[in-house]
């Protein structure tokens, strides 16, 4: 009953009627949707909604899994094999790709001697092997439990073979039941960039295009999504790629910065004082010299640790402002806020990580083990009309991040072991 009156509001704001909510719904669930339709009024007046869809249909790999890592890992041992080097960035003729695509680019790029087939048959068994380590991206687990436990309708729409899918699918809790519909490059006459797949996702959602919204990483995704009169929303999985996204409805940084009220569709409720829990992780290593800047030009000096070691890490971290703990083994544990990424403001060409601790420090501590614990997010990276901008900005984190972490649910990280370890 009350998604009726939550598909009411929809209406009565007069954008566009779906008429595909699922109409029935406990008691609790309409609690739940009551809190919804007040959000979404609410933003109707701060923030215009941009058009109301009833369903959302997912890609795969770069959207909910970190497919890139595992896809250059392979092509790493099997160019090596042929005394060929990976070079990451073929990486951008691959993405959003059907494997013959990608492997007839790959042929090409390589002056590989194998016919595209032949590659595809070798690679076959390496990628198989692999499908069990690919690890779900920031904010897609958050973002399946939650559309599936609001019963909006979810639907997977990948290029990958749909066997590939269910295998890829099958090693994350509670996938394969959330999506009412998969459906595969090897179930349609011609993938993405063709509109085909989300069309016949539409269809067997029983749910006009219209009313569907894509959320994709890829540019053919992207493509075939506007093809087929789908509202898009682009999570770039490339780095710096976002200016070529002109064709998609909302380009995000990275799941973590979707806001479904912005389509009409329930809003998350995880977000506590301006910052989201995020499931913790750790990085460490001794203190090098970072770009010389952190001091002097911004007055906020920021910790680097080399990044060498850890680029397959970062590499699953999207890009953005975090928080959490850090430790020196010789000087104590001290609360943190950090940028990961490639800093827009001066457009570095490396990710880097930048942690500032927030404790004035007598002296630089170079060469010393520093651990640290990152346990919530604050926003995607920006660039700013000024400096002064931001340093107002980075000083506004820093406020977000010390008041966050004496919440309960991160401060209880501070007595890891792991922030005292010296090793
Ligand atoms: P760099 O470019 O080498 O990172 P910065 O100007 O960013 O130089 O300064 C960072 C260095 O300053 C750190 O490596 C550390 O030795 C020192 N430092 C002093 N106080 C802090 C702090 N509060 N947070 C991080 N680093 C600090
Ligand atoms: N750099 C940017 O270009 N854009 C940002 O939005 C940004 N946010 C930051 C937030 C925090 C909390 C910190 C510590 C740094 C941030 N930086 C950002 C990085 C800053 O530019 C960097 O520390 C300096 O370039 C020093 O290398
Ligand atoms: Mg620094």
């Not at 890592?69 to 005394?83: A, M, W």
């Not at 977000?271 to 010389?292: M, R, Y």
């Not at 060409?349 to 942690?355: A, D, F, G, Q, R």
């Not at 004035?360 to 009309?385: K, Q, S, T, W």
């Amino acid at each position: 009953m009350l998604r009726f009156a939550f598909c009411q509001a929809h209406t009565s704001l007069s954008l566009q009627s779906p008429d595909h909510f699922q109409s029935e719904c406990s008691i609790d669930q309409s609690i739940v949707n009551l809190c919804d339709l007040y959000v979404v009024l609410k933003m109707s007046i701060t923030k215009p909604l941009k058009k109301l869809v009833s369903c959302v249909i997912l890609d795969l790999d770069g959207t909910l899994l970190h497919t890139d890592g595992i896809v250059s890992d392979v092509l790493r041992v099997y160019l090596g094999k042929y005394g060929k080097k990976w070079d990451g960035r073929e990486v951008q003729k691959i993405v959003g790709k059907t494997p013959l695509e990608a492997a007839t680019a790959v042929v090409e790029d390589y002056g590989l001697s194998c016919t595209t087939s032949e590659l595809l048959s070798e690679l076959d068994p390496m990628f198989s092997n692999q499908w069990c380590n690919i690890k779900a991206l920031p904010g897609a687990n958050r973002l399946i439990k939650h559309l599936s436990g609001h019963r909006v309708p979810i639907a997977l729409a990948s290029n990958s073979p749909r066997e590939n899918i269910e295998t890829k699918i099958s090693f994350h809790q509670g996938w394969k039941e959330s999506f009412l519909v998969i459906i595969g490059g090897d179930e349609v006459r011609s993938g993405k960039p063709s509109p085909e797949i989300f069309l016949e996702a539409a269809k067997r959602l029983n749910i006009e295009p219209s009313s569907c919204l894509v959320i994709e990483d890829s540019l053919p995704g992207v493509t075939a999504g506007k093809a087929a009169g789908m509202e898009v929303v682009a999570v770039p999985s490339l780095p710096k790629q976002s200016h070529l996204f002109t064709s998609a409805d909302e380009v995000i940084n990275s799941l973590l910065d979707l806001h479904p009220e912005k389509w009409g569709l329930p809003p998350f409720k995880d977000w506590i004082k301006d910052t989201l829990p995020i499931e913790s992780w750790q990085i460490g290593g001794p203190v090098i010299k970072g770009f010389g800047r952190g001091s002097k030009v911004l007055g906020i000096p920021t910790a680097n640790l080399s990044t060498e070691r850890y680029s397959a890490l970062l590499s699953e971290h999207p890009s953005g402002v975090y928080f959490g703990w850090a430790g020196l083994p010789t000087r104590g544990v001290f609360k943190m806020v950090m940028s990961i990424g490639w800093n827009p403001y001066f457009n570095n060409t490396e990710k880097t990580i930048e942690p500032w601790l927030l404790h004035d420090f007598d002296e630089d501590f170079y060469g010393e083990e520093l651990h640290l614990i990152i346990v919530g997010y604050i926003r995607p990276e920006a660039n700013f009309p000024s400096l002064e901008s931001l340093i107002e900005k980075i000083h506004e984190d820093r406020k977000i991040a010390e008041e966050a972490l004496d919440l309960p649910m991160y401060s209880k990280f501070k007595d890891d072991p792991y922030l005292k370890d010296s090793t």
